[in-house]
């Protein structure tokens, strides 16, 4: 029960299916997941596998047909659409491929926007996206817009703005699938850095096996299910 209860996200007998024609598709069979405050977790499998519809589903934008999801040892999936809009408010930080930033903003006010929703105070909000930001090497990008930083200046803007309201989870798709690989290693380091220090649970999606190999552990999702990959390293 310890254990359980320790857990930031648990999927438990997860499946998910699709009407299609007079049947069904079975997208997710008997999904089982456990991921704890500090781990960063991969999640690999072939284009098509399913890996960002897994990370919809464990970040509550997508109900599972059967089995449930447990944020933080809580039952979360079956909530109404408030409850888990303030979990993935206060709980869950999301970085996907493409940074989506407001193109209007400068990099400082991208993640003061999220603090300020929350109900934070502008002072609060500015002083925690300053640290992030330096935390991510920004320090002298801060009244840069979007379209004044490089690819990986942005998507490093993206991660402290998924980090701004303190989140205990972070999901991230691909989040330096749109980057040269020189780019991409130095954000994904800051990232998992920025996790670590801020003892968060991680689960990144990646093909890229290099950067698996520096995470704690992979899955690999494969024909529905969730195979344990071991040490990150050691799967491929």
Not at 88 to 112: C, K, S, W
Not at 193 to 207: P, Q
């Amino acid at each position: 029960m310890s254990n359980f209860a320790a857990a930031a996200l648990r999927l438990e007998s997860v499946a998910r299916s699709y009407p299609q024609g007079e049947g069904t598709l079975d997208v997710f069979r008997n999904l089982e997941l456990t991921l704890r405050p500090g781990e960063v977790v991969a999640l690999v499998g072939p284009s098509g596998a399913g890996k960002s519809s897994l990370l919809h589903m464990a970040g509550l934008l997508e109900a599972p047909t059967s089995g449930e999801i447990y944020i933080s040892g809580s039952a979360a999936s079956r909530l109404d659409d408030g409850q888990r809009t303030r979990i993935r408010r206060d709980m869950i930080g999301f970085v996907y491929q493409a940074h989506h930033l407001l193109p209007e903003f400068t990099a400082l006010e991208n993640v003061i926007l999220p603090q300020r929703i929350a109900g934070r105070s502008r002072t609060e909000s500015e002083a925690n996206a300053r640290r992030l930001l330096i935390q991510l090497g920004l320090g002298d990008r801060l009244i840069h817009r979007p379209s004044q930083l490089s690819g990986g200046e942005q998507q490093r803007v993206a991660v402290a703005r998924a980090l701004a309201n303190n989140p205990r989870i972070l999901l991230a798709d691909e989040p330096t699938g749109n980057l040269d690989p020189r780019t991409s290693g130095g954000v994904f380091d800051a990232l998992v850095n920025l996790v670590r220090s801020e003892g968060l649970a991680a689960l990144i999606a990646t093909h890229n096996m290099e950067l698996a190999a520096k995470m704690d552990r992979a899955l690999i999702l494969h024909e529905g299910r969730l195979i344990d990959g071991g040490a990150a390293s050691k799967s491929g």
